[in-house]
């Protein structure tokens, strides 16, 4: 059970617009910006999206992220079958002393 | 550019120890944070442990706390030894993952994140 709750899957069609959600609480997103990773299969985590909304250097635009409250969110736009891959939200909490991860999504581009 | 680049990975029984290393180069190794992330077979990934950069704070997640221990030579760039370990002992079959070093920015604030990841090495534990 990961500390931070993603749906586990995800899907959408070419061009299309697609929401991640990442759900938390006061100790990690209310107190703690979220970054945003991307794991294409058999490859490492690369950096999207720091500081709740920052994308990362050489991190096409269609990626974007926003943060309310205890909840975050990943949007990408103008969906590619390239963009097919597990996405991961984090944050630090304060209570464990610890990064914390949500559990992954994964997007199928249809 | 950045690099990092794990080594160490391995079959080792229930109970036995490893060191993992990672070899970081091309950027001042000294002023950054270094994180310990893994990954089960088929599973999401899980932090494990960070150290400060000049080694004076070290957090770990609690499943590992008191059998993992990290650390890092923050030698002179000539020397090529810019290096954070994780030493791993009393191992059990749930530490079987793929274990990625990272760089951590903003390590100690509100505001981290990892913003370059190793290749991984893979640790099984099995008897």
């Known amino acids: 059970q990961s500390v931070l709750t993603q749906p586990p899957s995800a899907s959408g069609t070419p061009g299309q617009r697609v929401t991640i959600s990442c759900s938390g609480s006061?100790?990690?997103?209310?107190?703690?910006?979220v970054s945003w990773y991307q794991q294409l299969p058999g490859t490492a985590p690369k950096l999207l999206i720091y500081?709740?909304?920052q994308e990362a250097s050489g991190v096409p635009d269609r990626f974007s992220g926003s943060k309310s409250g205890t909840s975050a969110s990943l949007a990408i736009s103008g969906l590619q079958s390239e963009d097919e891959a597990d996405y991961y939200c984090?944050?630090?909490?304060?209570?464990?002393?610890?990064?914390?991860f949500g559990g992954g999504t994964k997007l199928t581009v249809l | 550019e950045v690099q990092l680049v794990e080594s160490g990975g391995g079959l080792v029984q229930p109970g036995g120890s490893l060191r993992l290393s990672c070899a970081a180069s091309?950027?001042?190794?000294?002023?950054?944070?270094m994180t310990w992330v893994r990954q089960a077979p088929g599973q999401g990934l899980e932090w494990v442990a960070n150290?400060?950069?000049?080694?004076?704070?070290?957090?770990?997640?609690?499943?590992v706390k008191g059998r993992f221990t990290v650390s890092r030579d923050n030698a002179s760039r000539d020397s090529g030894k810019n290096s954070v370990y994780l030493q791993m002992n009393s191992l059990r079959a749930e530490d079987t993952a793929v274990y990625y070093c990272?760089?951590?920015?903003?390590?100690?604030?509100?505001?981290?994140?990892?913003?370059?990841w190793g290749q991984g090495a893979l640790v099984t534990v099995s008897s």
């Open positions: 984090a944050a630090w909490d304060d209570s464990r002393n610890g990064q914390v």
């Open positions: 091309g950027f001042t190794f000294s002023s950054y944070w």
């Open positions: 500081r709740n909304n």
């Open positions: 150290i400060k950069h000049d080694g004076s704070d070290k957090y770990y997640v609690d499943s």
């Open positions: 990272a760089r951590e920015v903003n390590g100690g604030t509100a505001y981290n994140f990892f913003d370059h």
């Open positions: 006061s100790s990690n997103i209310g107190s703690n910006t």
